[in-house]
């Protein structure tokens, strides 16, 4: 039976993320998960990797005050403060979305303008604001900062696939995960509609689309000359013009899955 080989957090979206033995699964998807983003100032517009390589070097991780402690290379760490239920509003763009969301305040935008080069500001997405989630079957389908969906499962044998097409080793950080799952066949996961972990229940909402940012080292935060591996996936992944590596998941419920639960194929 396949069974979960690793589970992943990104405090701040497009940043460094977390490998972590088990995560709590809330409204939004695993707590904790893309709550943070970074907006360019003037236009609210989200920033991410795929412009910014740069922010591959940026850690955040929670602090005790509920907030976010931010690392980067050559600057002093930054902890930013949870903000308050008062806290300014602003207007931010995420794809199509806008949504009006709380500002981190003004030592976080100085900290992070000049490491990643753009004048920005980091904000946050409080539980009532959250957005529907893409193609919801009710309201009650939310997401914080990602893309589209609360979750992303991607199956080992699938990156495995990859790895012997591309002919050399590919980090599973480049696809941002959440779950990752072992011991079912190279993109098993395409045809799961339902699935069950523990006593957790997840539609299996459709496949994820890839872009450039799965082209830059997680680890140098530099993009590959050969444009590997989308130029390799789109041999044999492509689908009406889109690249597709991995499945979006919509949770059911709320509750705790840990590294080596089994994956029940329910549909």
Not at 100 to 114: F, K, Y
Not at 159 to 166: E, I, M, P
Not at 197 to 212: K, L, M
Not at 226 to 244: A, F, I
Request: net charge negative; hydrophobic share 40%.
């Amino acid at each position: 039976m396949p069974r979960v080989s690793a589970l992943y957090r990104y405090p701040l979206k497009s940043a460094i993320g977390e490998r972590l033995p088990a995560v709590e699964l809330d409204a939004l998807g695993v707590a904790g998960d893309r709550r943070w983003m970074l907006v360019d100032e003037a236009s609210g517009r989200f920033l991410t990797q795929r412009a910014f390589a740069v922010m591959a070097h940026l850690l955040a991780r929670w602090n005790e005050s509920g907030g976010l402690r931010l690392s980067a290379p050559g600057l002093p760490d930054l902890d930013v403060p949870l903000p308050s239920a008062d806290a300014e509003l602003r207007g931010v763009q995420i794809w199509t979305d806008m949504v009006r969301v709380s500002d981190a305040g003004d030592a976080a935008a100085e900290w992070l303008s000049p490491f990643i080069g753009k004048r920005c500001r980091l904000v946050y997405m409080p539980p009532e604001r959250a957005r529907i989630v893409k193609d919801a079957l009710g309201p009650e389908e939310k997401v914080a900062f990602p893309d589209g969906f609360p979750l992303l499962l991607i199956g080992q044998a699938s990156l495995d696939d990859l790895q012997a097409r591309v002919g050399r080793p590919l980090d599973m950080r480049r696809f941002r995960p959440n779950l990752v799952v072992e011991g079912a066949a190279a993109f098993a996961e395409d045809g799961w509609t339902r699935i069950r972990i523990g006593d957790q229940v997840f539609r299996v909402a459709g496949g994820c689309s890839r872009c450039i940012l799965t082209t830059i080292d997680p680890d140098l935060g530099e993009r590959s000359t050969d444009r590997e591996p989308l130029t390799t996936l789109k041999t044999y992944r492509e689908r009406d013009g889109q690249v597709y590596f991995g499945q979006n998941l919509v949770h059911e419920g709320r509750g705790r899955i840990e590294v080596g639960m089994p994956v029940e194929i329910l549909d």
